[in-house]
């Protein structure tokens, strides 16, 4: 496959799992940017062990994980795509409450261990399929459906305990 044709292909998707694990437009751009860089000098390094979609958005995360400790930053809720995930004629209280959930989860899955972290956030943020997830670890599409199914149940235990404490 040609190098641009890579680049039309698969920039949606990283820049959609940059923004959502990011939480910043800005952010998602530059290093969608670097991460298609990266991938274009060392393109000749792809072995073809996983489907191309995974190679880049691994190179993606780690690349966002890079600018991270490079910048000292800790990853922040974009106060833009909250306001777009709640309905805009629902009551302020509604809005409220939506946003709060959207921190919650955030939170929890900062504080959920690996591998049930990154499995949720490549199914859910990368959008990746169980079989592209499993070749991500070396494991098998059923261990990476079992894995993501537990880590939904951790983030939906812990929105639970969190409505039990109010």
Not at 39 to 67: E, H, L, P
Not at 110 to 124: G, N
């Amino acid at each position: 496959m040609e190098y641009e044709q890579i680049y039309r292909t698969y920039f949606k998707s990283v820049y959609h799992y940059i923004w959502k694990l990011s939480g910043d437009e800005h952010i998602a751009e530059e290093i969608t940017s670097e991460t298609f860089l990266k991938a274009m000098k060392s393109i000749g390094d792809f072995r073809g062990d996983c489907d191309i979609r995974v190679w880049i958005c691994q190179i993606a995360k780690n690349t966002y994980y890079s600018y991270l400790k490079k910048n000292n930053r800790t990853v922040s809720v974009n106060e833009t795509e909250l306001q777009s995930i709640a309905d805009p004629k629902a009551f302020a209280e509604e809005q409220i409450e939506i946003q709060d959930e959207v921190r919650q989860i955030r939170k929890i899955l900062h504080t959920m261990p690996d591998p049930y972290k990154e499995v949720f956030m490549w199914r859910v943020f990368g959008e990746l399929s169980f079989k592209e997830i499993g070749a991500l670890y070396g494991k098998t599409d059923n261990w990476a459906c079992v894995t993501y199914h537990r880590a939904r149940k951790i983030v939906q235990d812990r929105l639970e305990g969190i409505d039990d404490e109010k």
